[in-house]
């Protein structure tokens, strides 16, 4: 019954900036960690960035720097802000959460960086 739903996605020029949302619908539930992640064409899924079960924030390593990641509504929505975008941004992103020792995972968003 849990669902994430995400919101934010599109196209955007090289050096552009956009911002990614997730939120835990119900919100009812105790998310331990949620954040985001990517997977681009012929790569596996990685984390872009994400809040730990003890409230730090991971990134991955290309995008330290670029993209910030914030919690709102009693840490059940987090944003991803992408600044700076690159063309090696461009993939499906996907947001990830865990609630009550489960995984729930969203449908996820394109974003493709493009001239």
């Known amino acids: 019954q849990v669902q994430l739903v995400e919101s934010g996605g599109g196209l955007v020029q090289p050096g552009g900036s956009l911002r990614l949302s997730c939120a835990v619908s119900?919100?009812?539930?105790?998310?331990?960690?949620m954040g985001w992640y990517r997977q681009a064409p012929g790569k596996v899924r990685d984390l872009v960035a994400a809040f730990t079960s003890v409230g730090r924030t991971n990134f991955g390593d290309s995008v330290k720097g670029r993209f910030t990641i914030s919690r709102e509504n009693a840490k059940n929505t987090v944003d991803l802000q992408m600044n700076g975008l690159k063309p090696e941004d461009t993939a499906v992103y996907y947001c990830?959460?865990?609630?009550?020792?489960?995984?729930?995972w969203g449908p996820g968003t394109q974003v493709t960086v493009s001239s």
């Open positions: 119900p919100n009812i539930f105790s998310v331990s960690s």
């Open positions: 990830g959460a865990l609630a009550n020792g489960r995984a729930y």
